[in-house]
Nanobody, 120 residues
Framework: QVQLVESGGGLVQAGGSLRLSCAAS????????MGWYRQAPGKERERVAG???????NYADSVKGRFTISRDNAKNTVYLQMNSLKPEDTAVYYC??????????????WGQGTQVTVSS
């Protein structure tokens, strides 16, 4: 099994910054793509940013230029640096990791979610 532990959410004023972290542990053989999603009240979960094993990144249009995704492969950790936060960024943020286990099966794993609230 693979476990994901998220941290770094909280309450911040508009224009502020937060950094989310998501550490993967357990029966990991390798990690492929990593990413962040978010879900605001009454809305569907949406993809915010992704990063491949090779370091290529992609972002939702709504966060381009403000958010930066990165990963530390030695620590099996993915980060989301969020700058110039807006009230519409308020949501529960979830990390997603596609990992190959030591049994050589590949699955998508989800973090428990961390609340990000941006006040105006």
């Amino acid at each position: 099994q693979v476990q994901l532990v998220e941290s770094g959410g909280g309450l911040v004023q508009a224009g502020g910054s937060l950094r989310l972290s998501c550490a993967a542990s357990g029966s990991i053989f390798s990690i492929n793509a990593m990413g962040w999603y978010r879900q605001a009240p009454g809305k569907e979960r949406e993809r915010v940013a992704g990063i491949t094993s090779g370091g290529s990144t992609n972002y939702a249009d709504s966060v381009k230029g403000r958010f930066t995704i990165s990963r530390d492969n030695a620590k099996n950790t993915v980060y989301l640096q969020m700058n110039s936060l807006k009230p519409e960024d308020t949501a529960v943020y979830y990390c997603n990791v596609r990992a190959r286990t030591t049994m050589l099966a590949t699955y998508d794993y989800w973090g428990q979610g961390t609340q990000v609230t941006v006040s105006s």
